[in-house]
């Protein structure tokens, strides 16, 4: 595989890992805010589901070609840049796999709820909190990471 393919499947990779991540971040905060239980049993089912078909496969890819490049074009790993990136995408992993579990726990607890016609617990609500305040950190370790991306310098070359 060229660098350029490689470069241009990291590159769809990342938008893909931002763009789900944000976009099911979005509408799971949005039906929460709606406190319609059927519409956050939907949402909650469709963003575990996204994780599977979306965020999983590219966490693995970033790192997996993200390192190909770097051996690609022969760079340490201790390259300023290149660790940067590597620590914030732990950080976001860090974050990221206490997410899915709790977006697990929430979708089967609103799925309860909407099968039992009762009320969404204080326990989904405490849940969801938390899957929010690990979204922040994990948000901004990948907006750092892409502006790492675009930003970085490679000696010798035009980027």
Known sequence: MTYTLLKTLHILSMVLLFGTGLGSAFYKWMADRSG???????????????????????????????????????????T?????????????GACWLPVVWLQIRMRNIAAHALATGEALPARYWRLARTWFWLGVPAFGAMVMVVALMVFKHIPGAGS
Do not use: K
């Open 36 to 78: 319609n239980v059927a519409h956050i049993a939907v949402t909650n089912r469709h963003v575990v589901l996204a994780d599977w078909i979306f965020t999983t496969p590219t966490v693995i890819f970033q790192p997996l070609s993200g390192l190909w490049m770097v051996h690609l074009l022969e760079l340490p790993l201790h």
């Open 80 to 92: 300023p840049w290149i660790a940067a990136s590597l620590g914030l995408f732990v950080l976001a």
